[in-house]
Every structure is written in C-alpha cells, then in structure tokens.
C-alpha cells in the first residue's frame, strides 16, 4: 500500500483493512501490487485521495469515452433525478423511445438495415440477448467466434470467450463455441506474413465447409452454426485492428452458410476507432449489433442489442422473450440519449481520426528508440502497444507488469509533480498495452502520455533487466 497516503488521508489504512475483510476479491481489484483508491475525476484524469493526478490511458476499458465529469452527460442525469428516476421498465417513458429510435435510424444510416434496438443492463446480457435472438430465428445453438475474443462473464458469455480460465471454476451451461483464429497479423496463427498470405486465414476458415467432415456442416453445406460472435478490433484481446479485407472474406463464407454475423460493439463502438461502429471500417453488414459501456458514458449502465427488422419484430420477438428488472432504467436511458445526442452533434470521426493519428506516430516515433516496443498499431483512439523482450518479438509480460504497477504507484516525475499513469493490459500473453483514452483527449494531454509512458518504460526496463 502507498504510505504517503495513508500519512495523509489516516482512513485510506482502515479502508483498506475493510476491503481485505468484508469484500469478495473475487473481481479484477487485487491484480494490481499496490491498491490505489481514487477520490474524484475530470476530463482524462483520475486524483486519488491524496490528490494525485494519473492520466487515464484505460478510461474504465473504454466505458467513459466521452471524459469524466462531462457537464453536458451528467446534467441529464440530474435532470432525469428530479422528474423520473424510477419506472418499471414494463411502463413507457419517453426517453427509452426516443434512445431506440435514434440508434436504430443511425444504425439504418450506416449498414443501410431497418431493425430494432433492445435493451439490457450489462454487456454480458446484452451478448445473451444477441444469442437468444439467433437460437429463435437460426434454431441453432452452436456459434463460431474468436480465438482471443471476450465477450461476458456470464455463463452464456463466456462459452463464446475464449480462454479456458474463465471457464475453468465453473464450467459453461452451453455448447462451447467453436474458436477461430483471429487475423492478429503481428503473431500469425498459421505463421504466414501479412504482404504474402493471401488471406490464407479466409481461405482455412472457407476449408471447414468443404465436407461434412470437419465437422461444421452436413454434406449440403449446411451449417450447424447459427452466428459468428465477432468483436471487429478484438478488445480485451489487445486491440487488435484486422486487415481490411478479412472481415468482407468472412462475410461472404457466412452468407453462403446463412450463418448471422453479431458484431460486439461493446468495447469498440461510439468512436472509439473513429467512426460509431468499428465495423463501419470494414464496409460489413452486420445482422446484429451488440453494445454497451459508453452509450451511458460509464454510468447508471445500460446495454443494448439492435437486431435486423427479420430477427426481432414483434412476432418473432414477443413480449416477454425477455427482460431485466433494470434494463430500461430512466436514469440510463436519459443518459444514453444524451451521450447520442452528443455524438450527433459533434463531428467525432475526425475528431478521433485525427488525434489517433497523432498519438500512433508519436508511440512509433517512441518504438524507433525502444526494441520492447514491438508492435505499435492502432485504428482511431484505440491503439495498443506489445511489449516484447529486445528482439521485439518475444512477449515481455513481466515489463509491462512493472511498468503498470509503477503507473499506478503515481510516483512519475515528468514535467516535476508526481503525477500516475493508468494502463491497461490485454493481449493473448498479457503484454499488450491496450489504449483507450479519452475521445477529448488534447495533444497536450497526448504528449504528457507519451513522456509519463517513457518515463515508466525506462524504469521497467531497469526494474526487470
Ligand atoms: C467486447 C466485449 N463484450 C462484452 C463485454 C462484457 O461486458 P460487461 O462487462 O458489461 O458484462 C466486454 C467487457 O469488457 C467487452 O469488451
């Protein structure tokens, strides 16, 4: 624990003594060495209770886009307080509409598709809605998705995630998906390079239609598969941004099997690579869409499916298919809409395209001095940085566990102040910087990320040389 803290703020100790004891530590809190308790934030920054400033380069893995303390977001929510903050979500209020409608208009906008939006609290319910309007239209349990995607914690959710851990306590209440390797160019599954491959991974996943034995279809073709669970820029597992030609390739491979596409926005949409959806790069159509965190910009949290007119019109989808007690609470729907509102209103495509581009070049610039950089890439505001030993290639975790405890311990001296860094880890070997800042964040607030980052690499490489 940080002894500066507890020297100023004596409750800090006594916390932490009531956390050790009375709270489960079955969440992600004890990953980290040091236990660091924030009190207050605003725009790109966190202060703990010591009134330390850290930079947030997470943005609470991308739920609070839109900044903390955004005036605009948070007085919705506190208009919202004094008319209607409580209603049974079996009662209509005119928020939930004019939400479902906007998104639903913008949806048609982009993928050129009439549907219908759903909502749910949590983005695992969320995927679990997306599934259950599949099984209904589809009448097929098993699912594709990705080698390296995470898409819940729920039982449902994580038989479609693919790391065993999340499975291993508990087991799963369905079919396990069947897990394709993602197109993570910079570790090829196959081994193959990027300029020479030919999209060789389209091509394997295109082989498993070939003959009823390889187990994905009957000798017709058709498929027991109902949907393909993507996230288009793999999130948790290191914001990973695709070649521009591998999601088209795969669409057409699902097309021809009738197999729906359930694009997970959850971490990747409303801007965060530049445009609303992250599928939108790609030129790709989705039947469903999956989304969550920063439609309430992280608060009283709200999830929500759209789903194409076919899959969830009310004779397909009739009332009570399902429901959560909390889905379509008044506080969040004033909110999300807000936060839409928002992003009608301001131009974010450039806004993100262009600071993007200038954090990208100035890690890159930063990896021409630093071999452990081995790959820097990014699409709009989501960037990620593999830290890899000094061949460049071999995956480094124990550096990047170094350099983001030392963030955490806010005792970075650039530009004087001590001052933190927040960072996240992903990636398949957990050494993956996966980087989400605030979609406001300034070229200043760019360039002090970038010498707090040096500053913390300089002091991993020494810690673990
Ligand atoms: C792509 C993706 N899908 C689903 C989820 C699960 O969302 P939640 O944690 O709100 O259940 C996440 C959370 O990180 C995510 O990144």
């Excluded at 097309?255 to 609303?276: C, N, P």
């Excluded at 890439?377 to 030993?389: F, I, K, N, S, W």
């Amino acid at each position: 624990m940080n002894p500066t803290a507890a020297a100023v703020n004596p409750e800090h100790e006594n916390l932490l003594e009531l956390e050790a004891k009375y709270c489960s530590w079955g969440d992600t809190v004890h990953y980290a060495k040091e236990l660091t308790m924030f009190q207050r934030s605003e725009g790109s920054f966190l202060y703990d209770d010591k009134g330390t400033q850290y930079l947030d380069l997470q943005m609470w893995y991308s739920a609070a886009n839109f900044g903390y303390g955004n005036v605009r977001i948070n007085s919705a929510l506190k208009r919202q307080m004094d008319v209607l903050p409580q209603l049974a979500c079996q009662y209509l209020h005119k928020e939930k509409i004019i939400l479902a409608t906007k998104l639903a208009r913008k949806m048609e906008a982009i993928f050129g598709e009439k549907g219908r939006v759903h909502f749910n609290v949590g983005g695992a319910s969320a995927v679990e809605d997306a599934w259950k309007v599949v099984r209904i239209h589809t009448k097929k349990i098993p699912a594709f998705s990705f080698m390296g995607g995470y898409h819940g914690r729920t039982f449902g959710a994580t038989s479609l995630t693919s790391s065993y851990r999340y499975r291993e306590q508990y087991g799963h209440f369905s079919d396990k998906a069947n897990f394709i390797p993602y197109p993570y160019c910079f570790r090829c599954p196959y081994g193959k390079q990027r300029e020479t491959c030919g999209m060789y991974c389209v091509q394997q996943f295109e082989r498993l239609f070939e003959t009823e034995y390889y187990g994905v279809s009957n000798k017709h073709g058709v498929s027991e598969f109902g949907a393909f669970f993507i996230e288009a820029v793999q999130g948790t597992g290191g914001y990973i941004v695709p070649p521009k030609d591998y999601f088209p390739g795969l669409k057409k491979i699902l097309d021809a099997h009738k197999i729906l596409l359930v694009d997970d926005e959850i971490q990747m949409g409303f801007y965060r690579t530049g445009k609303f959806m992250a599928l939108e790069n790609f030129g790709v159509k989705p039947d469903v869409v999956v989304m969550g965190k920063a439609l309430t910009n992280g608060m009283n949290a709200i999830s929500a499916i759209w789903a194409r007119e076919e899959l969830i019109n009310p004779t397909v989808f009739p009332p009570g298919s399902t429901h959560s007690t909390f889905s379509s609470n008044t506080l969040g729907t004033a909110v999300a809409l807000e936060t839409v509102n928002l992003m009608e209103e301001e131009d974010f495509e450039t806004r993100v395209t262009q600071r993007g581009a200038y954090f990208l070049q100035r890690l890159k610039a930063l990896q021409k001095k630093y071999p452990e950089m081995g790959d820097v890439d990014g699409l709009g505001l989501a960037l990620r940085v593999e830290m890899c030993q000094k061949d460049g290639y071999t995956p480094n975790r124990a550096l990047v566990d170094a350099m983001m405890n030392i963030g955490l311990s806010g005792t970075l001296t650039t530009g004087g102040k001590s001052k933190g860094l927040i960072l996240d880890v992903g990636g398949y070997y957990k050494n993956v910087f996966t980087m989400a800042p605030s979609l406001y964040i300034s070229e200043q607030e760019v360039d002090t990320a970038i010498d707090l980052f040096e500053e913390a690499m300089q002091r991993g490489i020494a810690h673990t040389a």
